[in-house]
């Protein structure tokens, strides 16, 4: 005859219908920091069959993940302890993002401590700690300040919101609603960066390239050489207006310029095929920057490249070796704003 084992009880609890999900348990008197209040019991499982279980539940409750719940807990490195059993009275513990408790496995026991002082009726809770694969079959109702929506672990907290934000579209923004974005996005300071066009032969790449710089927010446009300047209709069809909001400076004298925003303490960098060039992902920036652009055929100046301190370059997987100048340019642009943008500059 099976052993019938007996609900697990402690002098700091009771059971009682929760605000939160089903049946709860509640501090029947005043608990201390630190207290280990209730022991989680269950039955000793394998990793395997721990793997097993877990489905179980969710499969039984596809229309309604509330009701999907798992209740097993890592033992140690071979066994888990599924706490699905009816004399375990701390799985009626509900998860929070804003937990009063833990689970913490001592002397080869699963108990749930208390993280802070818990006042009498005060509702348990501790975070359940799900992983962020299925993420959505886990719904939270906690109803913390700070509630994140779904019963997960907090290290994948900040994983969550870039996925939230990154769900698929459901309309595109409004004219409206694009102006507004711009215009935060325009009172933000421009970044340590500029960029030198070094000989560029194409008004038309001459005017992508103001308008990427726009777009990432440098501070400077170097039009080098026989690169064009505005006012010209040619710039200004591929630049769209950003050649009369972005600053730029004209010099005949490469050389000179390069040399100049060297002794200003930027770092010189190239966007160059060189012996040295790393992919641009690999380039991590020290502000301030300067990134050279070359010609569309013969590339970067030789004496600009003997005055650079890194040159980066984008990988090609096709029959060509190169892209087109601004887009190139666009790439990198991009790959160094975020990056001196995450490093606060």
């Not at 394998?46 to 993940?65: F, G, I």
């Not at 993002?97 to 208390?114: K, M, Q």
């Not at 009498?120 to 109803?143: A, I, K, M, V, W």
């Amino acid at each position: 005859m099976p052993k019938v084992m007996k609900r697990t009880t402690s002098a700091y609890v009771r059971v009682k219908d929760s605000g939160i999900h089903g049946m709860g348990v509640f501090a029947r008197k005043r608990i201390p920091a630190g207290t280990e209040i209730i022991e989680y019991v269950g039955e000793k499982i394998t990793k395997a069959e721990s793997e097993r279980r877990a489905e179980v539940p969710l499969n039984q409750h596809k229309k309604d993940r509330t009701k999907g719940a798992v209740y097993i807990f890592t033992l140690n490195a071979r066994y888990d302890i599924d706490g699905n059993v009816p004399y375990n009275t701390a799985r009626l513990i509900n998860h929070s993002c804003s937990p009063n408790c833990e689970a913490v496995l001592s002397r080869g026991h699963i108990w749930i401590t208390a993280l802070r002082d818990i006042q009498e009726g005060e509702e348990l809770t501790y975070n359940y700690g799900y992983d962020l694969d299925s993420y959505e079959d886990h719904p939270c109702r906690c109803g913390a300040e700070n509630c994140v929506g779904y019963i997960l672990a907090e290290e994948h907290w900040p994983k969550l919101h870039f996925k939230k934000k990154a769900r698929r579209p459901r309309r595109k923004l409004t004219h409206e609603e694009i102006v507004k974005r711009q215009e935060k996005n325009a009172s933000l300071p421009r970044l340590p960066f500029v960029v030198v066009l070094d000989n560029l032969r194409s008004l038309h790449n001459v005017g992508s390239a103001f308008r990427t710089a726009d777009g990432v927010g440098l501070e400077k446009v170097w039009l080098c050489g026989i690169t064009g300047f505005p006012p010209q209709s040619q710039i200004s069809k591929t630049a769209i207006g950003a050649e009369q909001v972005v600053p730029w400076e004209y010099a005949e004298d490469v050389v000179s310029v390069v040399k100049d925003l060297k002794r200003q303490g930027y770092q010189i960098v190239l966007l160059e095929q060189t012996p040295q060039s790393r992919d641009y992902h690999e380039y991590e920036p020290h502000a301030p920057v300067c990134l050279i652009i070359g010609n569309e055929v013969d590339g970067v100046s030789e004496p600009v490249v003997r005055l650079a301190d890194y040159a980066v370059d984008i990988t090609m997987h096709g029959m060509k070796n190169s892209l087109n100048v601004s887009v190139a340019f666009g790439i990198a642009a991009y790959h160094i704003g975020n990056r001196l943008r995450d490093l606060s500059f």
